[in-house]
C-alpha cells in the first residue's frame, strides 16, 4: 500500500482483518505494577542530533535536539511506572551492539537531566541486546512487584539487524503466553527525517497467538497527545465513556456499545466498507477503514522449534526493506 492512513483522533490505532475493524481509542492509561525503560540510539547517525559536547557546545550555534525529547518522555513515563523511576540506556554504541546505562531517572530529575549523548557512537544500529537486556531487567524485576514491562526505543535510522529482532521477538511472545514472562511491550519512537518506518511498520505489524502485538510505533514529530506514546498499553477492559454507536458510510448501525464503550473498539464491516463514524456524547468522529496488511496475521513456528535467534546481522550488512501499512 502507498503511503499512511490517517489516523484521525479520537483514535491512536485502527486495524483491519478481514471484514474486522480494531480501534483504539487515544486514552492515558494507568498500569498496575508497570516497569518502564527508555533507549536512546546512540549510533553515530545521532551524533549532530545531540550536538557538540564541552565548551563547543557553549559556543557552537547548534542545540541538542534530543535532548528536549528525552526530557519530556522520561518526565511521562516515570509517572507510570511503578516505582516512578525510568531505566535510561544508550544503545547501538561503540561497535554497534554495545549498551551505555545512565541510570534509573525519576520524574523531577528529568526536567534538568542532560543528554550529552553516549560516549562512544556506534558504527551500526543493533537492536537485538537492547530487547535482551529490556528481557533480563524484567526478569529480575518480577520478584520486586513488577507486573508488566514497556520499553520505548529512540531511533533515528534503519536497523542493522532487523531479521534478528524479529526472531527474538518471536521467542519472547512465546514465553509471555506460556507465563514464562509479564506481559511486555516495545515501543519505536522515530525521530528525525531518516527514520525508516516501513522497517518500523512491518516489525510492529507482525501478531503473535495468545498474546497480540508486542510492538507499536510513533514519531517524535507528528505526536499530538503524551498518550499516543503508550496506546500500546490500552486495553478493551478501560472504559473512555458512557456508551457509543458504531455506522458505517451509510449511516447503517455497525455495533452498538450500551453502558461503557472500551477503549478498545472491535466490530465487523461490510467487505466493500471504506470508512466507520464513532457517536459518542452527539459528536461524531470519522475514521477511513485502513487496508488489510499482508502481514498483519503471524503464523507461528513450530512449537517444538525453540531455535534461538541467530547472531546480529554484521554491521556491514544492508538492512531489510518491506512494504508501508497503517500504524500501531
Known sequence: MAGHEVINRPFSDVHRMGNKVVATLLHDPTVEGLDVALYMDGSASMENAYGPRGILAKLAPVKNQVEPQMQWMLEYLANKDRDGKVRVTYWACGDGTQLEMVGDLTGPQAKGYRFPGPR???????MLPVLRDFVAHIKQQVGEGAKRGLAVIITDSQLNDAHDVTAYATQVAKEIASGRLPRINFVFMGVGEHVDEEQMEEISHT??????????????????????????????????????????????????????????????????????????????????????????????????????????????????????GHRH
Do not use: N
Not at 562512544?120 to 543493533?126: D, E, N, P
Open 120 to 126: 562512544s557512537y556506534g558504527k551500526a544500529t543493533v
Open 207 to 324: 501478531t503473535y497467538p495468545g498474546v497480540g502485538h508486542l510492538w507499536c510505533h510513533r514519531h517524535a514529530d507528528r505526536m499530538e497527545e503524551m498518550a499516543e506514546l503508550v496506546a500500546v498499553l490500552v486495553d478493551e477492559t478501560m472504559t473512555v465513556a458512557a456508551g457509543g454507536t458504531v455506522y458505517d458510510e451509510q449511516g447503517q448501525v455497525l455495533k452498538v456499545y450500551e453502558g461503557r464503550l472500551p477503549a478498545v473498539l472491535e466490530f465487523d464491516i461490510p467487505p466493500a466498507c471504506k470508512r466507520f463514524t464513532l457517536e459518542v456524547a452527539g459528536q461524531r468522529f470519522d475514521q477511513p477503514v485502513p487496508e488489510e496488511h499482508e502481514d498483519e496475521d503471524h503464523h507461528d513456528e513450530d512449537e517444538d522449534e525453540d531455535e534461538k535467534p541467530q547472531a546480529a546481522t554484521p554491521p556491514a550488512a544492508a538492512p531489510s526493506h518491506s512494504r508501508r
